[in-house]
């Protein structure tokens, strides 16, 4: 969906250094999330934030960090990448007040690969 | 044991077959139930939602939900190669809006 950017769309790193992975959206949505999936086990939720004041831990928030730096746009980090944080990473958005079930707006992904 | 259970296939079937693609879940504060398409190397993106037991019908696609059985499914009638994606079903309860996602099935659609 043109309307939530991610970049990088691919990424190569190290064990033991520091990724940034950044999320857009132009949709006006105050919700922003972000979820890593890994082959069966479906969408895991990292992190989500309601505004930019509001920052919540989700199913699987060790060794990750976001940022929220505007409505717009919302940062995820690995302090130190570790290998089996190897995996296909989401950031999506929703509204909730727009009269309809908080769907949500996923972004193209970031493929990590930590070696 | 997950709160969302779905078969991660594959599934491959002839171009025209009807697809059923289910899962089950065991929270009962569940309420709104959702299926999301995923292309190869694409985001997720909303194909059907529905709100308590029943069926919901869209173009070819048929949603269907048994409160009871704790047990969701999705229809696809006159299936096309273009169908081949995987499909994640989703679900929220009411107190919040924290999506569980099943680890979605993976469909193949044969000429």
């Known amino acids: 969906d043109a309307d939530v950017t991610q970049t990088p769309r691919n990424r190569i790193t190290k064990t033991g250094k520091r990724i940034m992975l950044e999320c857009s959206q132009t949709?006006?949505?105050?919700?922003m999330y972000w979820y890593r999936q890994d082959p069966g086990l479906g969408l895991r939720l990292i992190y989500y934030?309601?505004?930019?004041?509001?920052?919540n831990k989700g199913e699987i928030s060790d060794g990750y960090s976001v940022s929220r730096q505007a409505q717009a746009k919302f940062s995820l980090s690995l302090e130190s990448a570790i290998p089996n944080q190897t995996a296909l990473y989401f950031c999506?958005?929703?509204?909730?007040?727009?009269?309809?079930?908080?769907?949500?707006?996923f972004g193209p992904g970031t493929r990590l690969t930590v070696l | 044991q997950k709160e969302v259970e779905q078969d991660p296939g594959p599934l491959s079937v002839p171009e025209g077959a009807i697809v059923s693609l289910n899962c089950t879940y065991s929270?009962?504060?569940?309420?709104?139930f959702m299926w999301y398409r995923q292309y190869s190397r694409k985001g997720p993106e909303l194909l059907m939602y529905?709100?308590?037991?029943g069926n919901k019908e869209d173009g070819r696609f048929t949603a269907q939900v048994d409160k009871s059985s704790k047990y969701i499914s999705l229809f696809i009638r006159d299936s096309q190669p273009s169908d081949s994606a995987t499909y994640l079903c989703?679900?929220?309860?009411?107190?919040?809006?924290?999506?569980?996602f099943g680890g979605g099935t993976r469909l193949m659609v044969k000429p």
């Open positions: 929270n009962s504060a569940f309420q709104y």
């Open positions: 999506a958005t929703s509204d909730p007040g727009r009269g309809n079930t908080d769907t949500q707006y």
């Open positions: 949709k006006g949505h105050d919700r």
């Open positions: 529905t709100y308590s037991s």
């Open positions: 934030s309601f505004d930019v004041k509001d920052i």
């Open positions: 989703a679900m929220i309860n009411n107190a919040g809006n924290m999506l569980t």
